[in-house]
């Protein structure tokens, strides 16, 4: 039976997704102490090693950290009310909020730069719970981990002669490559805008959002 094929306004979204929190983490680790926001693995390790150590300051602000991320997933929790993907479903919504979001992070780092880059949490923690699945493939746009694991056992059952669906070895590299050009336009941009380079990200949630309004319009104006 052949694969089927991930649809191409899919696969665009998830490598603009990407970008946008390939842009965000690295700018969180470039501004704030090198604070990961994208993904809560290695914060959840920091949380551990100030449980350990009594820095009560790091225990309540990587608390924080990881709080914010659930609170944006709620979010999306909440809007959507389910994870898999269907075109015409309120996703403007969360995609307005992350633009929000990093609009307030990019308001408050100046004077609070630690508290302010929660904003930033929240917004990904949104972002990552808008989509996890479509079709049988599992869509996660702001961490690597789950990713690189797929793109590894596509791998190994090549080697060992299995067939793999390319569709998602297709999504997971444009993911992969997604976030990593992501992270190397905001390396090019910060030392140009500073702080305003949260403002390429911001923008790019907007442009994504109001894009997704255009072609939710015209699917549900061809169901009618």
């Known amino acids: 039976m052949p694969f089927q094929r991930l649809p191409n306004w899919i696969q665009f979204g998830a490598f603009m997704l990407a970008i946008n929190a390939g842009m965000i983490n690295v700018l969180g680790l470039i501004t704030v ?5 994208s993904h809560m693995t290695g914060n959840a390790s920091l949380l551990s090693q100030a449980l350990v150590s009594g820095q009560s300051s790091q225990l309540i602000y990587l608390s924080l950290v990881i709080l ?101 070895i297709i999504l997971h590299l444009l993911i992969l490559i997604g976030f990593i050009l992501g992270g190397v336009i905001a390396c090019i941009a910060h030392p140009y805008l500073q702080l305003h380079a949260f403002l390429i990200p911001a923008m790019l949630s907007l442009t994504l959002c109001i ?11 061809c169901q009618k």
């Open 33 to 37: 102490l090198h604070q990961s926001v």
């Open 68 to 168: 914010s991320y659930m609170i944006g997933a709620s979010y999306s929790g909440f809007i959507l009310g389910n994870s898999h993907f269907q075109l015409g479903r309120r996703y403007g919504i969360p995609l307005i909020l992350v633009t929000i979001f990093i609009l307030l992070c990019w308001l408050f780092i100046p004077y609070f730069p630690r508290y302010a880059l929660l904003w930033a949490c929240v917004a990904m923690g949104v972002q990552n719970a808008m989509v996890s699945h479509y079709q049988g493939v599992i869509i996660r746009t702001t961490h690597l981990s789950g990713v690189l694991t797929d793109l590894g056992l596509a791998f190994g059952y090549r080697l060992k002669g299995l067939k793999t669906d390319i569709r998602k």
């Open 211 to 221: 894009v997704y309004g255009i072609i939710s319009y015209k699917f549900l104006h």
